[in-house]
């Protein structure tokens, strides 16, 4: 099966890495974190959500159709689930440390995190193919090869520039620039994907 990624191994390494490291920690804390509620439910939810992304990610190709799976396959998949196994993992390790710290700052943090992750996603995106799991997934993207492509082209700049403008907010402290960032980001690609079906329609 042709491939995008010409390190796979490496990327499923992170994912194997990324896991165990978020469940030894979480482990090592556990007794140690304040219980205002169901403490199994706040430390364990997001690993188990984590193994659940990267399940999805790495073997959903097998619930889809022949033609789709193949597309779904030829993209980078084991390197976009590195990435949202990373990230999930390092948000449930911040939640972690501000459980135990009598500091509990999460925002500026969190936003920086996500505006990283935006910006890794949007990297990623224009190498991805028609599929119905990842990506921009409209009814135009998904029922035209070309409209896929042009559109995860735009969206590859619209998250790239917009993961930096809400790692910048996260910085400056100012969470409304990064929520009106993220929006635009959104936006973005699913309007390019309407004008090009509007176009060749």
Known sequence: ???????????????VGALLLTFALTAAVYTRLPDPMPRATGAWLVPFMDVGVAALLRFGGHLLPRDARARFEASPIRTLSAIAVVFLSAVHLLVLHAALSPVKTLGPVLWIF????????????????????????????????????????????????????????????????AIASLVVMVAAPILWSWRIARRDG
Not at 133 to 142: D, E, H, N, P
Request: aromatic share 12%.
């Open 1 to 15: 099966m042709e491939t995008t990624e010409k390190k796979p191994y490496l990327a499923d390494a992170v994912i």
């Open 114 to 177: 996500m505006g990283l992750f935006f910006m890794a996603l949007g990297q990623i995106l224009p190498r991805t193919r028609r599929n119905p799991f990842v990506g921009v997934r409209t009814a135009w993207t998904l029922a035209s090869d070309e409209n896929w492509a042009q559109t995860h082209r735009v969206a590859g700049y619209a998250f790239t520039l917009g993961g930096a403008a809400v790692a910048v907010a996260g910085w400056l402290h100012a969470p409304g620039f």
